[in-house]
Nanobody, 131 residues
Framework: QVQLVESGGGLVQPGGSLRLSCVASGFIIEHYAIGWFRQAPGKEREGVSCIEDSDGNTYLADSVKGRFTISRDSAKNTVYLQMNSLKPEDTAVYYC????????????????????????WGQGTEVTVSS
């Protein structure tokens, strides 16, 4: 059974950092593409980052490029989202998601990740950036 569990969210001041974790079970992360999405109140779910299966190519949305980094630890079957220089507009619930049918990051071809491509989702972790 595919499961994803996020953690690491919280309240942080502007300019601060957080590292989100997505622990996967029931599958091997190198066999899937893993995406990070976020959804702020009243807004659509936005693809933030993605890491592809075996080669580990990554995608970052323009809104977070230069501030966020996606990585994975195969031994822990975990994907991370390191978030630096956080801004109030980064406030949202952050979700990790997994897809197997298309193991490339759509963002590298179409400049965005598509939530509908991901059948597996975690429960989300809340990030609030505020002074």
């Amino acid at each position: 059974q595919v499961q994803l569990v996020e953690s690491g969210g919280g309240l942080v001041q502007p300019g601060g950092s957080l590292r989100l974790s997505c622990v996967a079970s029931g599958f091997i992360i190198e066999h899937y593409a893993i995406g990070w999405f976020r959804q702020a109140p009243g807004k659509e779910r936005e693809g933030v980052s993605c890491i592809e299966d075996s080669d580990g190519n990554t995608y970052l949305a323009d809104s977070v490029k230069g501030r966020f980094t996606i990585s994975r630890d195969s031994a822990k079957n975990t994907v991370y989202l390191q978030m630096n220089s956080l801004k109030p507009e980064d406030t949202a619930v952050y979700y990790c998601a997994a897809k197997r049918d298309m193991t490339f990051c759509s963002g590298n071809y179409y400049d965005r990740e598509f939530p509908d491509e991901y059948p597996y989702w975690g429960q989300g972790t809340e990030v609030t950036v505020s002074s």
